[in-house]
T-cell receptor, first 114, second 111 residues
């Protein structure tokens, strides 16, 4: 596609429920990243995919967070048993893994846990 | 551990003024540096990407410079307009694949 697409754009969920956030990267981009932006905070790295593998998942806050990527394309970030501190904007980015590449971000999913 | 600092945290200027946003990073072993713009409630829009071998990049009224040895980058905005009001984020990529972001400069351009 023309850009990085994320869905849903907004999600309100009850504490304790599971949520899935989806990212559709730019076609042909082999690298995919998840970041989190909490209110008043900077962007926090969560996980990085190269193809379907995740060489760096060091930023995942807890074992309630998991992510997968299939077909070298779409990625899903799953948060189990959501807590109020999970409320944030979750941003996905993709990039080519070669050449003078930069990162293209999606518009994000705003997650509110009530 | 790479740390990125942006100064000032907020800036308010009258329309038409030229301005400079500053970004500094602690580890000069970077692959590239990227400036982004973020509007309230929106995602990030890439403005300029500077490779480690480059000194500057220009796009329209924007000019970004990079001094890798001193760990500094500046974003120069010429003839500012109210539509430039946004938060500007600086991010560096080092040896790992992840970007390290500063906390941003919130710019307000007053008509």
């Amino acid at each position: 596609g023309a850009g990085v697409s994320q869905s849903p754009s907004n999600k309100v969920t009850e504490k304790g429920k599971d949520v899935e956030l989806r990212c559709d990267p730019i076609s042909g981009h082999t690298a995919l990243y998840w970041y989190r932006q909490s209110l008043g905070q900077g962007l926090e790295f969560l996980i990085y995919f190269q193809g379907n593998s995740a060489p760096d998942k060091s930023g995942l806050p807890s074992d309630r967070f998991s992510a997968e990527r299939t077909g070298g394309s779409v990625s899903t970030l799953t948060i189990q048993r959501t807590q109020q501190e999970d409320s944030a904007v979750y941003l996905c980015a993709s990039s080519s893994s070669w050449g003078p590449y930069g990162y293209t971000f999606g518009s994000g999913t705003r997650l509110t846990v009530v | 551990k790479q740390e990125v600092t942006q100064i000032p945290a907020a800036l308010s200027v009258p329309e038409g003024e030229n301005l400079v946003l500053n970004c500094s990073f602690t580890d000069s072993a970077i692959y590239n540096l990227q400036w982004f713009r973020q509007d309230p409630g929106k995602g990030l829009t890439s403005l300029l990407l500077i490779q480690s071998s480059q000194r500057e990049q220009t796009s329209g009224r924007l000019n970004a410079s990079l001094d890798k040895s001193s760990g500094r980058s500046t974003l120069y905005i010429a003839a500012s307009q109210p539509g430039d009001s946004a938060t500007y984020l600086c991010a560096v990529r080092g040896g790992s694949e992840k970007l390290v972001f500063g906390k941003g400069t919130k710019l307000t351009v007053n008509p």
